[in-house]
């Protein structure tokens, strides 16, 4: 087992209301442009195959599913520098899948879910849970990063402890929700 390091040296320095304040307007600008954006649709560019973003943000939420595992094992192991470039990693790729699902949304609009029965409702459990979760988590995640690279290393623990298993949640659900709904594209 490699030996622990010691916390990183650098991190971010802000007044923590302002910061409180950028956290809390970002998440709710980005809330917004998701419900508006979600009620708006475009026309494709001729010839784009609009589910391709559906994809990509299956593989998106994979990989970011990934991450947050490896960002786990590397905060329990005290290798803080690779923790540190796997949760970055994971919200970087977290950016380009917002970014991706309202491109898809914008293109595609609403897809009806097909089944019926028990699998039906499992769909629609899993799915409300993810979109509520997926909603409520941003900003909470927002200031784990910001305890984290101002050095709260303590209350940056207390909230991991708690938002962590949401993220995991939503990112696995994502895949999920994109496996059930795809045949129905």
């Known amino acids: 087992m490699p030996p622990r390091e010691a916390h990183p040296a650098r991190s971010l320095r802000l007044e923590e209301r302002p910061a409180k304040r950028l956290i809390w307007t970002f998440s709710a600008i ?10 708006v ?22 990989l970011v599913s990934v991450l947050l595992l490896a960002g786990l094992f590397t905060a329990k192991a005290g290798r803080w520098t690779a923790h540190r ?10 950016v380009l899948f917002l970014v991706s699902y309202i491109i898809h949304h914008l293109f595609a609009g609403d897809t009806s ?3 019926t029965g028990a699998v039906k409702v499992l769909y629609y459990v899993i799915l409300f849970t993810h979109i509520v979760l997926a909603g ?6 927002l ?11 303590p209350e940056h623990r207390r909230l991991a402890r708690r ?10 659900t994502g895949v999920v929700v994109y496996l059930m709904i795809s045949p129905y594209y």
């Open 30 to 39: 980005v809330f917004t442009a998701v419900v508006v954006l979600n009620r």
């Open 41 to 62: 649709q475009l026309p494709a560019p001729g010839g784009l195959d609009v589910h391709v973003f559906a994809r990509i943000n299956a593989v998106l939420n994979s």
């Open 85 to 94: 470039a796997a949760m970055m990693g994971a919200m970087a790729l977290s």
């Open 113 to 115: 879910f097909g089944g």
């Open 136 to 141: 409520l988590s941003l900003p909470f995640i």
């Open 143 to 153: 200031f784990t990063a910001y305890r984290a690279l101002s050095a709260q290393y």
């Open 163 to 172: 938002v962590w298993p949401v993220w995991f949640y939503v990112s696995v």
